[in-house]
């Protein structure tokens, strides 16, 4: 069965605060991807991975930063946690291919005080 | 530029009532289409998919969704509704063929919330 996890549920974080947020996925897929959720705009890519190492920025990358020194994990970070970061954060992966299905993790809520 | 609308932000219905959820694309080329689901406090799940072939395309939950080329939708639909359809619906487009970079991604909607009452 398919599986994609993130490290938290719920985080809650001062401004100023460098904040890391987990992904793992268990389907071997080269496609990672890190998305925010608000209400009214729907999702939004932050960034995206296509392979290990490799990345490119999505629509909102300001703010944010990524890893993937491994196929099966993607890091979004924070580097100075603002409170316009406050947000659902999600993961997820797909085999390469644009017709593929993006399989997203049960999300991320972060509070920035 | 890909971009999509969801016109509405809400739809109420009553259990066992018919309901579609409406979606229109904008794109100069050809594109691949999804609804997803996002039940409360999870991640989104996919429900259907159009690539090719049939325009009229069957998801799970027994969720169907027509593409339009003509008017550039692909509205979902269900006959029957039950209260565990009450969920956020969303629609995406992603780009059809060998593009690289940054067009390798889904455009979503702003999602349309399904609410079904007793």
């Known amino acids: 069965d398919v599986k994609v996890t993130q490290s938290s549920r719920y985080l809650v974080k001062r401004t100023g605060e460098k904040v890391f947020l987990e992904c793992v996925q268990d389907?071997?897929?080269?496609?990672m991807f890190w998305y925010r959720q608000d209400p009214g705009l729907g999702l939004r890519l932050i960034y995206f991975?296509?392979?290990?190492?490799?990345?490119e920025k999505g629509d909102i990358p300001e703010g944010y930063s990524v890893s993937r020194e491994k196929k099966e994990r993607f890091s979004l970070i924070l580097e100075s946690a603002s409170t316009n970061q406050t947000s659902m954060y999600l993961c997820?992966?797909?085999?390469?291919?644009?017709?593929?299905?993006?399989?997203f993790g049960p999300g991320t809520r972060l509070l920035v005080l | 530029a890909q971009s999509v609308t969801q016109l509405d932000s809400q739809v109420p219905v009553f259990e066992e009532a018919p309901v579609e959820l409406r979606c229109n694309y904008s794109?100069?080329?050809?594109?691949?289409l999804f609804w997803y689901v996002q039940y409360p406090n999870q991640g989104l799940q996919l429900l259907l998919k159009?690539?090719?072939?049939?325009?009229l395309v069957k998801g799970i939950n027994g969720f169907e969704a027509e593409f339009n080329k003509s008017q550039t939708s692909f509205h979902l639909r269900k006959p029957s509704v039950h209260i565990s359809d009450t969920a956020e619906y969303f629609c995406?487009?992603?780009?059809?063929?060998?593009?690289?970079?940054?067009?390798?991604?889904?455009?979503f909607g702003t999602g349309t919330l399904l609410a079904v009452q007793p």
């Open positions: 997820a992966s797909r085999v390469t291919g644009r017709g593929e299905t993006q399989y």
């Open positions: 389907m071997d897929h080269e496609n």
């Open positions: 991975s296509y392979d290990v190492k490799m990345k």
């Open positions: 794109s100069s080329v050809s594109v691949y």
């Open positions: 159009y690539l090719s072939g049939s325009t």
């Open positions: 995406a487009v992603t780009l059809r063929g060998n593009y690289g970079g940054a067009t390798n991604k889904l455009i």
